[in-house]
């Protein structure tokens, strides 16, 4: 019988997603390294939290909260309001793979969730550099 374990459950579910988005954007509004990716954000981040703590709930092989309250997520649509280049991609990647690492995600399971992250945000870009 196939090993059907989602990533969700490898990673620790709930509790590892809601530290992941906490961390990811503790980084982002405090690192100076990140602060081109900071200020496309509202001043407020929670929503932005919320957003993809639920998004990659689902993602994760979770429960699929996003989906549930907002739809389709249509990344790249409701990304295009934003000008993204690839300083702004390489910047989300490597803010999440900090929190990834910070909030203890095994290396094996971050060296695929960073390939799909990196391939994800790439898709986001919209703007010629």
């Known amino acids: 019988m196939e090993n059907t374990t989602t990533t969700y459950e490898k990673i620790g579910g709930d509790p590892v997603v809601g530290k992941l988005c906490d ?3 503790e980084l982002m509004g405090t690192i100076p390294q990140f602060a081109e990716l900071r200020a496309m954000h509202p001043e407020s981040l929670q929503g932005s939290r919320d957003k ?9 092989g979770g429960p699929d909260l996003f989906v549930e309250k907002f739809g389709h997520p249509r990344l790249r649509a409701r990304h295009m ?5 690839t300083l702004e991609r390489d ?3 490597a803010c999440m ?3 990834m690492e910070d909030v203890g995600i095994s290396a094996d399971i971050r060296k695929v969730l960073l390939n799909n992250f990196f391939n994800t945000a790439d898709f ?3 703007k010629n550099d």
């Open 81 to 85: 309001p934003f000008t993204i280049g």
């Open 124 to 126: 986001m870009r919209n």
């Open 23 to 25: 961390r990811f954007y």
């Open 97 to 99: 793979a900090l929190a």
């Open 91 to 93: 910047q989300w990647v």
């Open 52 to 60: 993809l703590y639920m998004f990659l709930s689902g993602w994760f």
